[in-house]
């Protein structure tokens, strides 16, 4: 079913540009043919329907390629996390039970550390040119084979198994099927459109639903993708520049690192016409000078979550216009998708009064299947029929969901609950912050306090006070820092962009229990 977007995409483009990636450039036919050609190969290889395929790698037009081509042999793709360390990849080896391994030339080097979970697979495929020693070799993998027959596969047959960030605990497989995958880039495609044909940029990790959910929709629509192998400000705009980039995914963080590269401004970026953004909240200081910046590129966002595949809210880019964002409909995740049904709940999973605070809850067809060797985790996140999210957030009377943080990271102090969203939105407003954190820290006297982590800009220097400060002319006292650290080095992210505020917390919590009256 996932197919069918390639095989239209073909059809209707048959002299379309599908990938251009380091000097490679092919058009959709030849992508189709080499596709098939792997599929045949994986079979050849010992994989069978329904068997997993995992792939180790930076982004590339290979990467592509072997998303269709393991649905095109019937099996399910594995995507991991290349954030991870090797005992965290051996696990999700290990756990989703994979056949066969595709790895590039940046994580060869982890091989020998994976070797145990790597002894009964069938085969390791390398992506790159020159294969080390043991390795089968992408290339003449395909040449060696002629176009297999699709497998037929149902929109109910798994398609991916799609592992969280694994932030906190063992990372949980997300079971996605191709009528998720599907529906979702359906859902996505819209906001693209069929004119002009689009160029996509992934720059974002190909391995995170963030960046698929548009690799699928701008195959369907039949547009052309561009690569970079990792996230780098000047590589990013270079290429928009370059190839007449159209539409990009990027996660606010590296929105502000390409604002502050000190030519930025001498980019062509007259074809970028929409930025979505996502993973985090965008300060309302980076908008607008990403605005101001580029005055004729729009900026869409929404919310989702990998068991979403991901989408479950869209905001369109008319509400992050300028005259919106004084009105407050740009802090919006936006209404309920295509497909999806959203409600916000309490404890009991009851509907709460519309600006009333809950949990987040979906129903949609892109919901999924369950968490793969996890059925007690599956029961929990889908009961009663629908996904419980873990954020909390509000609605407006006209259904546009306001997320207020998760909930695992709200902070109780001296009884008030304080979402860290607030107070990090509060801060990202001082001028001379280039990313903040906010997250709670034992304390004798009110249970939690508040404790903000902040990166000044470069050249900028910032005294824990005035951060401190700033937020007291803006805030309640009680959602206000009480403590500041100022750090030169940035926040660490996971591979989806997502600041760590598990690693930021650990320290502070070391030989401490959370337990907050």
Not at 121 to 142: D, K, S
Not at 410 to 428: C, D, K, L, R
Request: charged letters at 20%; a negative charge; aromatic letters at 6%.
């Amino acid at each position: 079913m996932l197919i069918q977007g390639l095989l239209r995409a073909a059809q209707t483009r048959p002299n379309g540009l599908s990938t251009h990636f380091e000097g490679r450039t092919r058009a959709w036919p030849q992508t189709v043919d080499r596709v098939a050609r792997l599929a045949a190969a994986l079979r050849r290889l010992g994989v069978a329907p329904g068997d997993r395929v995992a792939i180790l790698a930076l982004n590339s037009d290979r990467y592509l390629e072997h998303f269709y081509a393991v649905a095109w042999a019937g099996a399910v793709t594995v995507p991991i996390n290349t954030r991870l360390a090797a005992p965290e990849i051996a696990y999700i080896l290990s756990d989703s039970g994979a056949v066969v391994l595709l790895v590039d030339d940046a994580f060869v080097p982890m091989l020998d550390r994976l070797r145990d979970v790597l002894a009964p697979m069938r085969a390791i495929v390398h992506l790159g040119t020159a294969p080390p020693a043991g390795l089968a070799a992408y290339e003449a993998l395909i040449a060696a084979e002629t176009a297999a027959a699709q497998a037929l596969r149902s929109g109910d047959d798994l398609a991916g198994i799609f592992y969280t960030g694994g932030t906190t605990g063992k990372a949980k497989g997300v079971m996605l099927s191709h009528a998720n995958l599907v529906i979702n880039a359906m859902n996505a495609a819209p906001s693209i459109g069929l004119e002009p044909t689009p160029m996509f940029l992934h720059a974002a990790p190909m391995f995170h639903l963030g960046d698929g959910a548009w690799t699928f929709a701008v195959t369907m629509l039949g547009g052309s993708h561009c690569f970079i192998p990792r996230f780098d400000a000047e590589a990013c705009l270079r290429t928009i520049a370059d190839h007449g980039v159209t539409d990009t995914m990027l996660v606010p963080t590296m929105i502000a690192l390409m604002l502050n590269l000190p030519d930025v401004a001498r980019y062509d970026t007259s074809r970028l016409r929409q930025i979505v953004f996502g993973a985090a909240p965008m300060p309302e200081a980076i908008l607008r000078r990403a605005l101001d910046l580029w005055p004729d590129t729009r900026f869409m966002t929404g919310w989702g979550m990998t068991e979403l595949s991901p989408i479950g809210t869209v905001l369109p880019a008319r509400y992050t216009a300028p005259e919106h964002i004084a009105g407050g409909r740009y802090r919006s995740c936006g209404q309920a998708a295509l497909s999806a049904t959203v409600l916000i709940v309490d404890e009991n999973d009851r509907e709460v009064p519309r600006g009333t605070v809950g949990e987040l809850i979906v129903r949609s067809p892109t919901v999924m299947q369950g968490y793969w060797n996890n059925p007690e985790a599956t029961a929990e996140a889908l009961r009663g029929g629908w996904l419980h999210s873990g954020d909390a957030a509000w609605m407006d009377d006209e259904g546009f969901v306001f997320i207020v943080d998760r909930i695992k990271d709200m902070i109780i102090t001296g009884g008030e609950n304080v979402y860290p969203a607030e107070t990090e939105s509060a801060i990202s407003t001082l001028a001379g912050v280039a990313e903040c954190a906010v997250i709670g820290i034992p304390d004798d006297r009110w249970g939690e306090a508040v404790h903000a982590v902040v990166v000044p800009r470069p050249g900028c220097q910032l005294e824990p006070e005035q951060v401190i400060d700033h937020c007291r002319q803006r805030l309640a006292r009680y959602k206000c820092p009480r403590s500041v650290e100022i750090r030169q080095d940035p926040l660490p992210l996971t591979g989806a962009g997502k600041i760590q505020k598990a690693q930021l917390r650990a320290p502070h919590w070391t030989g401490r229990s959370k337990g907050v009256n």
